[in-house]
């Protein structure tokens, strides 16, 4: 069995980064080098101002400070490291293709087929490579053939390690996993390869939180388990649509189900809807995998828990416009968040995006406000969304010019017609809403997209306050 001394990871993004951040930080007898081609995303990691780190992560920075230099390094040298390392961890962007076979569902694998032809290529002596991203079912076949046909006579042992990581609490979920899942192939060498994975995650975990399963059992958990959790989401935010009805309350609600110990509290929170790099792409990709193996009625079962997740994000943003007297046409509509959810600036597939559409289409101006979220990154993430829509350039551009970006919130709201909050950032309940009130038009509108707000207290003020399933 080989003892890992040198490790390489390829994607610097927000599961690369942390994890091997980690890694480096509790194994210091390992070298951990993390390589981009991105320059600036390097550079970012590099910097000695770590408030500039690429990822925002509660933890991470210091992290980074601790590691960084010592057995942490961040490079664009991708053939170097490559060379150098016995373990590679493969954790590039996986995103859900947007042309061809598979259109909106299926897994885009280009960037780790990539990975694989060039560690084939590059590679002179073994190695372990360690699948990091999400990825479907049966891709550790698909980099297995492509490393063995590299020609040199270098072995190749291929391992599933994916990544159960919830943007914001990145750092503690790795120091106290849950669980570690490592899969590889039942032979004496992928068993050994699998040991050599064991042996670096129990630097600092204990056997119990480390389970070993075959390739494909571990590939098919990553995104079962994440599809179990958006269902919950998906299924408390159908329930909250019933209560806004019915006069219910989704919260008591929640609680009252949630304290049944078969079903318990956790991801029962209603809401505008969930976001991020994992949920919706990982469920696309089960239903994409379902309908390949001629499994219709799961595949259907499944992509309602994204149906029902657009549903909500619809609803939200019919709700403001209805209330706001069917039309938000030349008003000002104050977002306060941007990001997916609090403690990350990640805003793949945030709610606020298709927020932000409906609002617009409908004449509106959005103006935003997140503690950890650009302009440019905002105003991209809005083109993106147009321009897979087919937009022309001349659309995307007066359609933008509908987006006002502050790096202020009480700028943002400022004379505004109503506030939706679509992030749950704590910053956003010991805000001055007195303040706020007496600055904005009359009446004055709290769209709660994330149920944290005192109704009773902004109600008191003077505002009209519209929460999730209440």
Not at 110 to 138: G, H, N, W
Not at 239 to 267: N, W
């Amino acid at each position: 069995m080989k003892k890992i001394k040198n490790i390489c990871c390829l994607g610097a993004g927000y599961v690369g980064g942390p994890t091997m951040s980690v890694i480096a930080l509790k194994s210091p007898d390992i070298k951990v080098t993390v390589v981009d081609l991105n320059k600036e995303r390097i550079a970012a990691w590099n910097d000695e101002d770590l408030d500039k780190l690429p990822v925002y992560e509660p933890g991470l920075a210091e992290v980074v400070a601790e590691a960084r230099g010592r057995n942490l390094f961040f490079s664009t040298d991708v053939d170097g490291a490559i060379e150098a390392a016995d373990m590679i961890f493969i954790a590039v962007n996986t995103p859900t293709k947007t042309y061809g076979e598979g259109k909106g569902m299926a897994a885009d694998l280009k960037f780790v087929e990539l990975c694989a032809r060039q560690i084939a290529e590059v590679a002179t002596s073994d190695k372990i490579i360690v699948e990091k991203s999400t990825l479907p079912v049966r891709t550790a076949e698909t980099l297995q053939t492509i490393l063995d046909s590299n020609g040199k006579g270098v072995h190749f042992e291929v391992l599933s390690n994916p990544e159960f990581l919830a943007e914001g609490t990145a750092i503690d979920d790795l120091f106290y996993a849950d669980r570690v899942l490592i899969g590889g192939q039942q032979t004496p060498s992928g068993q050994a390869a699998i040991q050599s994975l064991v042996d670096v995650y129990s630097n600092w975990l204990s056997p119990k939180q480390i389970l070993t399963t075959n390739v494909w059992s571990s590939e098919l958990s990553k995104l079962t388990a994440n599809a179990f959790l958006a269902q919950r989401i998906s299924s408390i935010n159908a329930l909250s649509a019933l209560c806004e009805a019915t006069e219910a309350d989704v919260d008591e609600v929640a609680k009252a189900i949630g304290t049944d110990s078969r079903i318990g509290p956790k991801f029962l929170k209603a809401s505008v809807g969930f976001g991020g790099s994992c949920f919706q792409k990982d469920i696309l990709n089960l239903v994409y995998l379902c309908r390949h193996f001629n499994l219709p009625e799961v595949a259907n079962y499944w992509e309602q828990v994204i149906i029902m997740n657009d549903y909500q994000k619809y609803r939200f943003a019919k709700k403001i416009i209805t209330t706001l007297f069917n039309t938000v046409n030349g008003k000002k509509i104050a977002f306060l968040g941007w990001a997916f959810k609090k403690d990350t600036n990640d805003t793949r597939e945030s709610a606020a995006i298709y927020v932000a559409e409906h609002l617009i289409e409908d004449g509106a101006e959005v103006h935003v406000y997140d503690p950890k979220v650009s302009e440019s990154k905002i105003k991209a993430d809005m083109r993106y969304l147009w321009e897979l829509k087919g937009l022309t350039e001349e659309k995307i551009k007066h359609k933008l010019a509908q987006i006002f970006v502050y790096t202020s919130p009480m700028e943002a709201v400022h004379k505004a017609h109503a506030v939706a909050l679509l992030t749950e950032w704590d910053e956003f309940i010991g805000y001055d809403w007195n303040a706020i009130y007496t600055n904005m038009y009359k009446p004055a509108f709290v769209f709660d997209g994330r149920n944290i707000l005192d109704i009773k207290k902004l109600t008191a003020i003077g505002f009209q306050v519209k929460g999730i399933g209440k």
